[in-house]
């Protein structure tokens, strides 16, 4: 059938390709087939105008011949199938509704209305056994459905009035109980996640609740006023004992003294300047520049931890991790006993600055007292963590200890009795220092700070903050006004207590400082030892390295100076590297 459509159609248009041409060459043709006159214009031979008038024949194009066309042959009929009739819709009956009564209670309007949603129900339910949809088309109606409520979400995030302060975001985050951030969150994204929070909750007819509810909060608390106590910062007080009392009074006695005569010396000092006085530090310093190393000695089995010197240069001390301290002759470096008590590891050992006693500090949470024949004389319990640090009132009356549970305390040691528990550290303290008048006392610690105490009124004076890192070592200067510590920034600090701030700051080290030192006759050189191996000398005057002290195959845990002498702790397997060059130093002032 169709190619009998397709022939009609060629035909036809052949025809009228073939009329159109015809058409159009009979009006061009037109105007020769008229006959016309030919007028000629000219003179006789007598010169009289001559007019002669010529019939000209018309021009007859030749006839083109039309185009034979094929005849059509005709288009048969097609019947189309007749459409099957619809099958009739269910008709709902109407739901009639009884009148009200007026004088009726609810129950009546209650049933009407469960009656209604039953009968809806059926319909419902009758509608969708008749009219079932496949599972694609139902995911379709889905998703229109899921992006039509993100489209008016969106509106109505967009419409919602959210703060533009990160800090009213989050106070509105946290109103709302959600996290006030989020990891890598930034202020945009978190004030995006708010709008849409608020968005969410007043689509669910949430967010006003919760809205009057904080605003009626705020106005309770607004009515109620706020305790004077919170905002009210009190000093803090413990009891004290009445030993701790006269220990108060023995060392205000001590420090009048001590520091009558600094003084003293300082004003001689400065009113009669001594001419000898810069080559003697000159030749302090350059000793400690030539310093050389004497010996070195296996001191344990285990890492030292401590190490000290005797008030005379005769006895030198050493602890370990393995509990046991050892005491070595001088300058032979020959042991002459060691001390077993301790159950856990020894962190630090310290000899009295008046006698042969010595105390020792370990993770046992006690400290011991000591003398030269091996013999426990006191047990100091009372720390609640390991202790770390250890050191003798100048008095040589008094012991501190450092510990791990952020309190540092002071005992007597003819009695044994702990006069003091000192708090004021957020973490634990590590070291500590008394000043050499002994009216001072210096701690530091793991929360990166130092803190100077007054010890005849139990008052903190003085917090150094600056260090970023723990401070673990603290030292006094004999002059009376400088303070050195030393942290896990690696860096050495140098406080004067008169301007209350730092004057110094020696990048000493690569790694962090386990111990510094100041010389302790006349203060005129600082020790730093740090893990990278390495002890430094530093001069006091403009704080500028004067020896590096290399030689240790590991970490340098703790040194000590006593007169002209060092002595250094090293966390090996090697006792410490003895250095004796630097005559001790026999000033006698009137």
């Known amino acids: 059938m169709w190619p009998l459509v397709w022939a009609g159609l060629f035909g036809f248009s052949v025809l009228k390709l073939s009329l159109s041409t015809f058409f159009a060459t009979t009006k061009e043709i037109a105007p020769f087939c008229r006959p016309a006159n030919l007028i000629l214009q000219g003179k006789s031979r007598r010169g009289l105008p001559l007019v002669s008038k010529t019939l000209v024949q018309p021009v007859i194009p030749p006839v083109i011949p039309a185009p034979v066309i094929p005849p059509i042959a005709p288009i048969p009929s097609v019947s189309l199938p007749v459409p099957r009739p619809l099958a009739p819709l269910p008709v709902r009956p109407p739901v009639i509704r009884p009148p009200l009564q007026q004088n009726g209670d609810s129950r009546a309007t209650d049933s009407d209305s469960d009656q209604e949603e039953s009968g809806s129900n059926r319909a419902a339910a009758g509608s969708t056994q008749e009219y079932e949809i496949s599972e694609e088309s139902r995911q379709v109606r889905e998703r229109q459905e899921k992006a039509v409520q993100e489209l008016l979400m969106k509106r109505r995030a967009a419409a919602l009035a959210v703060p533009t302060n990160d800090n009213a975001v989050r106070a509105r985050l946290r109103r709302l109980g959600e996290p006030i951030t989020l990891f890598g969150e930034r202020e945009m994204e978190r004030r995006d996640r708010l709008r849409t929070l608020m968005a969410k909750l007043d689509s669910e007819g949430q967010l006003e609740k919760l809205m009057k509810a904080h605003e009626d909060e705020e106005a309770a608390a607004k009515v109620i006023p706020s305790e004077p106590e919170e905002d009210i910062q009190y000093p803090f007080y413990t009891e004290g004992s009445q030993a701790l009392l006269e220990a108060r009074r023995e060392i205000v006695k001590y420090s009048i003294v001590k520091s009558a005569l600094r003084l003293h010396r300082a004003r001689r000092k400065r009113d009669d300047p001594d001419e000898d006085l810069d080559a003697e530090v000159d030749w302090s310093l350059k000793q400690a520049a030539n310093l050389v190393l004497e010996c070195s000695e296996i001191g344990d089995d285990r890492p030292l931890s401590g190490c000290s010197i005797s008030h005379d240069g005769k006895m030198l001390a050493t602890c370990s991790l393995s509990g046991v301290t050892k005491l070595w002759s001088m300058p032979e470096v020959k042991k002459v006993s060691a001390l077993k008590g301790h159950t856990e590891r020894a962190t630090d050992v310290a000899f009295s600055p008046t006698s042969y006693l010595l105390a020792t500090a370990s993770a046992d949470r006690t400290a011991r007292l000591w003398n030269v024949e091996g013999s426990v004389l ?52 590590y070291g500590i220092s008394f000043h050499h008048d002994g009216s001072l006392a210096a701690s530091c610690g793991l929360d990166s700070l130092a803190r100077v105490w007054d010890l005849r009124s139990g008052r903190s004076i003085l917090a150094l903050e600056g260090h970023v890192k723990p401070v673990l070592g603290v030292s006094f200067s004999p002059n009376g006004y400088h303070l050195a510590t030393g942290g896990e920034d690696n860096t050495c600090r140098i406080w004067d207590l008169r301007k209350r701030k730092s004057l110094y700051i020696i990048p000493a080290h690569s790694n962090l400082i386990s111990q510094v030192k100041f010389e302790p006759q006349e203060g005129y050189f600082l020790v730093t030892a740090s893990y990278d191996m390495t002890a430094k000398v530093w001069s006091s005057r403009d704080f500028k390295p004067v020896r590096t002290l290399s030689g240790h195959e590991s970490k340098v845990t703790s040194l000590d100076v006593v007169g002209g002498q060092l002595t250094f702790s090293e966390a090996e397997y090697y006792l410490s590297k003895i250095l004796i060059s630097v005559l001790r130093l026999l000033l006698l002032w009137l």
């Open 378 to 429: 006191r047990t100091f319990e009372g720390h609640l963590d390991r202790l770390a640090r250890i050191s003798f009132h100048p008095s040589g009356k008094y012991l501190g200890t450092a510990s791990f549970d952020k309190t540092w305390r002071l005992w007597d040691v003819e009695t044994g009795e702990e006069l003091l528990l000192q708090e004021g550290h957020s973490r634990s303290i």
